[in-house]
T-cell receptor, first 116, second 112 residues
Framework: ETGVTQTPRHLVMGMTNKKSLKCEQH?????MYWYKQSAKKPLELMFV???????ENNSVPSRFSPECPNSSHLFLHLHTLQPEDSALYLC???????????????FGSGTRLTVV | GQQLNQSPQSMFIQEGEDVSMNCTSSSIFNTWLWYKQDPGEGPVLLIA?????ELTSNGRLTAQFGITRKDSFLNISASIPSDVGIYFC????????????FGKGTLLTVNP
């Protein structure tokens, strides 16, 4: 399998649930990203990992907790979310934190999250 | 922070028509990127621009990096139904800064 794969594609969770989003890239990239996409808003950068080290936490609430066990895998752990957290969560990767200027990010298909 | 103004927000056109959309910035970018997002999918890179004044084509798509480095446009010629989707511009200010600044997107609808 190639590219960036995200699972699940759709997730409905209650405000007291704990769930995790998974992202896997098969491109040999060193940097991975979590973005939030809400209607009528620009893509919002949430977290950046470079070689498994977090280099950016863009003022994201602590109810979102990222994990990057290796350069191919990225998780987003979710707990006690709010309805306004419902959105499309996109994972992306790039050759390096500067390398994306040549090729852009490669995005996954996203996880459509609904918090009820 | 940096902001991109992308226009128009949405377009409704007939199949076969040409389309033009643009992005403007309050600050200079060294790279401009154009993405397309199909319904239910993530954005896919269409065209990347690296030099002021550069004009690059990808099939029926043509994009230009503005001379001032503060704007870019994307043209689609002879539109077809599969051109439907959201088109995003993104800018990068250069160096080791990894951040891309995205526009809000242009929603394109093509009527057969």
């Amino acid at each position: 399998e190639t590219g960036v794969t995200q699972t699940p594609r759709h997730l409905v969770m209650g405000m007291t649930n704990k769930k995790s989003l998974k992202c896997e890239q098969h491109l040999g990239h060193n940097a991975m990203y979590w973005y939030k996409q809400s209607a009528k808003k620009p893509l919002e950068l949430m977290f950046v990992y470079s070689l498994e080290e977090r280099v950016e936490n863009n003022s994201v609430p602590s109810r979102f907790s990222p994990e990057c066990p290796n350069s191919s895998h990225l998780f987003l752990h979710l707990h006690t979310l709010q309805p306004e957290d419902s959105a499309l969560y996109l994972c992306a990767s790039s050759p390096g934190t500067g390398g994306h200027t040549r090729y852009g990010y490669t995005f996954g298909s996203g996880t459509r999250l609904t918090v009820v | 922070g940096q902001q991109l103004n992308q226009s128009p927000q949405s377009m409704f056109i007939q199949e076969g028509e040409d389309v033009s959309m643009n992005c403007t910035s309050s600050s200079i970018f060294n790279t401009w990127l154009w993405y397309k997002q199909d319904p239910g999918e993530g954005p896919v890179l269409l065209i990347a621009l690296y030099k002021a004044g550069e004009l690059t084509s990808n099939g029926r798509l043509t994009a230009q990096f503005g001379i001032t480095r503060k704007d870019s446009f994307l043209n689609i010629s002879a539109s077809i139904p599969s051109d439907v989707g959201i088109y995003f511009c993104a800018g990068h200010s250069g160096g080791s800064n990894y951040k891309l600044t995205f526009g809000k997107g242009t929603l394109l609808t093509v009527n057969p």
